[in-house]
């Protein structure tokens, strides 16, 4: 069974911490994908990446970074967290974007 | 205005009902159409995609994609308390997947 696994479900970190959001998929994809998931926003793409040591900003890259180092790996930084970063996030892989994305269960940020 | 537009719900029907949940759109370059549902603090799963305007059916669900207006529908017959979830349509665009923001399906017993 294919999966996307990410390595916290629920985090808690102060303001102005640098914060490390890691995904890993087994699946060999070359597309990954970072989003955010806020009530009444939907689902908005932070950055995402269709190679290794590549990166692409999505709609909303500000006040984050990113870093894919190797193919399974996709990682989501937050330089200096801040309150209105309190968020669900959700990894994505894919191999063609035209039969969507195997998603990972998401990380609950909470930013204090 | 969004590319893509959900009501957000929640919908909230009897066990045995059959549920409509639909999405329209703006942007005639979309090109694949997807269903997702989303379970309470899970990520969204893939149920079907399509490609063409037609009806394609899985079980007891069936995803209708009308090109000519813009709208796509997911049919869900003999709805289960087991169906209770966040559905989001999704469609591609050149370089990646837009979201429609979610209806949330009740079905109670």
């Known amino acids: 069974d294919v999966k996307v696994t990410q390595s916290s479900r629920y985090l808690v970190k102060r303001t102005g911490e640098k914060v490390f959001l890691e995904c890993v998929q087994d699946?060999?994809?070359?597309?990954m994908f970072w989003y955010r998931q806020d009530p009444g926003l939907g689902l908005r793409l932070i950055y995402f990446?269709?190679?290794?040591?590549?990166?692409e900003k999505g709609d909303i890259p500000e006040g984050y970074s990113v870093s894919r180092e190797k193919k399974e790996r996709f990682s989501l930084i937050l330089e200096s967290a801040s309150t209105n970063q309190t968020s669900m996030y959700l990894c994505?892989?894919?191999?063609?974007?035209?039969?969507?994305?195997?998603f990972g269960s998401g990380t609950r940020l909470t930013v204090v | 205005q969004k590319e893509v537009e959900q009501d957000p719900g929640p919908l909230s029907v009897p066990e045995g009902a059959i549920v409509s949940l639909n999405c329209t759109y703006s942007?005639?370059?979309?090109?694949?159409f997807m269903w997702y549902r989303q379970y309470s603090r899970k990520g969204p799963e893939l149920l079907m995609y399509?490609?063409?305007?037609g009806n394609k059916e899985d079980g007891r669900f069936t995803a209708q994609v009308d090109k000519s207006s813009k709208y796509i529908s997911l049919f869900i017959r003999d709805s289960q308390p087991s169906d209770s979830a966040t559905y989001l349509c999704?469609?591609?665009?050149?370089?990646?997947?837009?979201f429609g923001t979610g209806t949330r399906l009740q079905v109670f017993p």
């Open positions: 994505a892989s894919s191999w063609d974007l035209n039969y969507g994305y195997t």
């Open positions: 699946m060999d994809h070359e597309n």
């Open positions: 990446s269709y190679d290794v040591k590549m990166k």
């Open positions: 942007n005639s370059a979309f090109q694949y």
């Open positions: 399509t490609y063409s305007s």
């Open positions: 999704a469609m591609t665009r050149t370089d990646k997947l837009i």
